[in-house]
């Protein structure tokens, strides 16, 4: 692809095309790119940036005006209305849900781009390409679109588009429940926008944001970026339908987490009303399983039912085939809640399968959970202790893999919630088992009391005896097995994110220590070793640097695998201040020594982020704000040329 030039060339370029009204920001190496404020000083021009932000809430009049431009030759021989005339068109069509149309539009841009040369529109037809393949639940696909667009974004300086690629990029890594790196692209996307004149998008990213925190279960900050979010978009006379219907359907669900059942009631009212008078099929969706979900989570029902089968009956219709699941997983909640089990099996199944093929990580999880319950409820247990299993690893496998900020709040709820459920599970199944068998004992004994006497039934039940002893032995064996499963990790025998959690919930204050300071380590550039010696090579890396943080830290230290190449140390202090060398032996003994693998000598080196000590009892109360700190502080050390450690804002450099 064609690069747009150097500064100087590019801006002789547009004063030739009488577009010296471009508008740039120049440094010394970078300009910053935005085709709409390019064409903005001509009359035409500033009509079809008008025309591009109503298209979402008028999308009839605004193809009526394009069309009549069309026809008159506006668009003849002008490479910056001809892509946005076919912007204009998907934004038309997204309207109203013509999911071909916006295709074709999309494709036709790119296209366009392909032809001209011109990365900046070959950026903004991968971007469509995109979101489209993600409203459609291409997950794979809309990541290699959007992946490309981004890097064409980066190197034009096309800032505005970039912000729109990574909050699409954002949405999709949320979807795989990888909510750091969602995170993280949406606070870059915000970085990029100018908040005194974007209050569209930004509202749609804050809004986005509220959903992340939603899912972490953490509402505080979930309602705090959904007022945000409002108070943004309201600023804004254009405010659309879709961002409306979102808006309204996050705070229902928000208000019913904190069990404001009124407020939700009333949130999804409007949603509902919004989506309606929008007259855009997805919308109306989205709201109508708001609304369903809603009276779901409230055990009603029959009022749910009707609303459901509407919903289904319309989401066939819909851009988003989520939307058409969604609903059938309330239908299957219904039927499960009217003892019909097996429509309600027929359908989990189904979803299983559905939501396997659109790569939903989250939704997958609950049919999984649903079907457990299912299972549970018609004595089925092997069964129901699969599902349950699947459930509980999927979730825990993403606690693992995935560093994420605030998600050990759910892990703590999950440990206790499931390890009940599962024991639950199988005491049934074992009553159950040991109901016949007792039967079958008993007509054992009968016989054997009968044709053997007294001295073979005396031998047999000896022989219970010996068999019962043993098993409670294995029992205990299983059970101690299971605590190291639960809480060490298999790859370096460290102690795993959920001991650390448990640790300082529950033991923290305990140990006699007053302060603590919270270090999150890194491997730097990791995922080069990976791809250039493979995932061996890294584990010998991981394992390496667990034995030597291990022979580092001192008795009353804990030490923990955090996910990933990540580790964890709470670092047991005497006093409120923590000194330079401490941090600096453990950047020393990760540089000092390569790690040796077949034959290679790996440079190695850690990044660390540390809080400034911390009472022991201020960290029961606010470790999740510690956690984020020392995540943050993590950030600055990697910014800051790796290999260093970062405390509140002081950077220690590795000698």
Known sequence: MKQLFCISAKKMLFCILGLCGFSLTLSANELVFDPLLTINNSQQGRQLVELYFQAENSPDNTFNTITSMNTSGVFDNNVFYTAVYYRILHNIAVAK?????????????????????LDWILAEGLTLKGILAARQGESKQAFDYIEQAIVICESIHYERLLARALNTRGILHSRNLDYEASLSDYQKAISLLDESNQYHFLGRIYSNISVVYS?????????????????????????????????????????????????ATDFSHKSTVAARQSDNVQLIVNALWTEAELLLQQQHMSQAEPIILEC????????????SKQCLYGLSEVRFSQKNYEQATEYANQLLLDFEDINNQDWLLKTHQLLAQIYQETAQYPEALAHLTTYYEGTQRQLFDKREKQIYELQVKFDAQLQDEKIALLTAENNLKAATLEKKELQEKLWVIVFSGLTIGIALLIHRYTSNKKRISTLRSTNKNLYI???????????????VNNFVEHNITKT????????????????????????????????????????????????????????????????????????????????????EYSGHSLKVTISIGATKP???????????????????????????????????GAIIEAS
């Open 97 to 117: 849900s013509d999911l071909d149309a916006a295709s074709q539009s999309a494709e036709k841009l790119f296209e366009y781009g392909q032809s001209q040369q």
């Open 215 to 263: 899912r972490l279960k953490d509402w505080q900050n979930a309602i705090e970026y959904n007022q945000k979010a409002a108070e943004l978009l309201l600023k804004d006379d254009n405010i659309s339908y879709e961002l409306l219907v979102v808006l309204y359907s996050n705070a229902s669900n928000l208000m019913l987490q904190v069990n404001d059942i009124a407020a």
């Open 312 to 323: 289904l009956s319309l989401a066939h219709g819909a851009l988003d085939p989520l939307a």
């Open 485 to 499: 499963q639960s809480n060490k990790d298999p790859l370096t025998g460290l102690y795993n994110r959920r001991f």
């Open 512 to 595: 006699g220590v007053e302060y603590y300071s919270v270090l999150i380590l890194d491997c730097d550039l990791f995922k080069k070793i990976n791809d250039t010696h493979g995932h061996d090579a890294g584990d010998e890396v991981l394992m390496a640097c667990a034995t030597r943080l291990q022979n580092r830290i001192r008795a009353n230290d804990v030490l923990a695998r955090w996910g990933g190449e990540e580790f964890l140390i709470l670092l047991a202090l005497e006093s409120d201040e923590l000194q330079q060398h401490i941090l600096e032996r453990f950047n020393q003994v990760i540089a000092d020594t390569p790690v």
């Open 614 to 648: 911390i009472l022991s009892s201020e960290l029961v109360q606010h470790w999740q704000h510690y956690l984020t700190l020392a995540d943050s502080a993590l950030y600055q050390a990697k910014s800051h040329g790796r290999n260093c450690a970062f405390i509140d």
